[in-house]
Every structure is written in C-alpha cells, then in structure tokens.
C-alpha cells in the first residue's frame, strides 16, 4: 500500500522552461509535506516543504503547491537549469504522531536538456 | 558535507553473514532515523531513536535492529543477511524539538553476494 505516490517515473524539460513534478498521498493524517532531491552518490537533501495549513510555499525557484482536497501536491521548478536535474523525492509526515518519520514517493527524475 | 556521517561508504558480504553500518549525527541534533532504498524503491523507514530511546519502528526486518548511544551516534546491525537485503542505507537526524526536515547522509550502500 503506497500512501505517497509519484507515478511519472521520469521527466525531460529544456532548459529555462518551467518544470513540475507531481505527487499525490491517500493518507488524510499527513500535514507535512517536503521535498527533497538527490544527485547519484549523495544522499537526499531537502529542497523546501509545505505545511498542510497553507496552499503554497515558496522559496527562490522553487514553489510547491498543496491541494488537500485532492490530497496532491506539485513541485514548480522556474526556470529549469541543468544543475536541476536529479531524482526528486515527495515526502509526507503525519507529524501528530510524534515521530516525524516521513514516508516517501519512489521518485521523479528530472533531465534539464540545455 | 550535510554534517550525517554514515560509515562505510560501501560493504560487500556473503549471504548469511552480520554487518553493522554506522551514523554520526549533525551537531546538536538529537534524533536519528534509518531508511532502505532498494532498487527501484523509494526510501523505506526503518527505525528513529531520540537521545538514546527508540521513538518509533517501521517496516524494519527482525534480522535488524539498531541503538543508540549516549554520544547519539547510531549503529544499524544487520544480521543473517539474504540477497534481497541488498541497498542503500541512509540515515538521516534532526533537532528533535521541531520538524523542519532532516538532513541527511551520503548512505552506505550494502551488496550481499
């Protein structure tokens, strides 16, 4: 039972265009939401969250979106660069239960063709 | 450097056999949790200790088990290892006190032969 999904297993965006990377969750106790993105050889690195008492969180390039009724979140990455090209990972806390284990999407991989 | 120093970087052992996998945690942080990645997989929880005391458990095998220790780095012992034990281990910390994300190490990746 996967309770966060990310069912394009891949994308390829030219560079300088937007790029979105989709999740979505079954389980209605999550309320924190984050991504993370990873480079070969290194271990994830956090890249920006989401509380699920807003509908959107910015940072720089990045921006994600929540829609709670829908129980799904996007990645926007504006513009793209080729430094941007990695497996993204979507992750979700249901942080009430007092352990902040997060429970990850099996990944996106981003290509930034320049 | 993320600060999450996991040790070592690359272990090849037999089938059957134990291996400990090893996690210092950022400065200052308190919490230590272990995930898996297998091959097409995202990253699995395994197990989360907070200043020395389990917090929580996940899908962690009973051949697994993990402590702990009072300088709050973390050991992950591995035990009667099969093929499909296979992975990538990551450990990752956080404050404890609030959940901003965790950072994470650069993970131990265990090939079992």
């Known amino acids: 039972d996967q309770q966060v999904k990310q069912n394009s297993p891949s994308l390829s965006v030219q560079e300088g265009r937007i790029s979105i990377l989709n999740c979505d969750y079954t389980?209605?106790?999550?309320?924190?939401f984050l991504w993370y993105k990873k480079y070969p050889a290194e271990g994830p690195t956090f890249l920006i969250s989401?509380?699920?008492?807003?509908d959107k969180n910015e940072d720089g390039r990045f921006t994600v979106f929540l829609n709670k009724s829908a129980k799904h979140l996007s990645l926007h990455i504006v513009p793209s660069q080729p430094g941007d090209s990695a497996v993204y990972f979507c992750?979700?806390?249901?942080?009430?239960?007092?352990?902040?284990?997060?429970?990850f999407g099996k990944g996106t991989k981003l290509s930034v063709i320049p | 450097d993320s600060g999450v120093t996991q040790t070592p970087k690359h272990l090849i052992t037999a089938t059957g056999q134990r291996v400990t996998l090893r996690c210092s945690p950022r400065?200052?942080?308190?919490?230590v949790y272990w995930y898996q990645q297998s091959l097409d997989q995202g990253l699995q929880f395994l197990i989360q200790?907070?200043?020395?005391?389990?917090?929580a458990k996940g899908n962690i095998l009973e051949r697994f088990s993990a402590q702990q220790f009072p300088d709050l780095h973390s050991e992950l012992n591995l035990s009667s290892l099969e093929l499909g034990d296979s992975a990538l281990y990551f450990c990752?910390?956080?404050?404890?006190?609030?959940?901003?994300?965790?950072?994470f190490g650069s993970g131990t990746r265990l090939t079992v032969v």
């Open positions: 990752a910390s956080s404050p404890g006190t609030a959940f901003y994300g965790y950072t």
């Open positions: 389980n209605s106790m999550f309320d924190y």
């Open positions: 989401i509380s699920s008492i807003k």
């Open positions: 992750a979700a806390s249901a942080a009430g239960a007092g352990s902040y284990q997060l429970t």
């Open positions: 400065s200052g942080d308190l919490s």
């Open positions: 200790y907070y200043n020395g005391e389990e917090r």
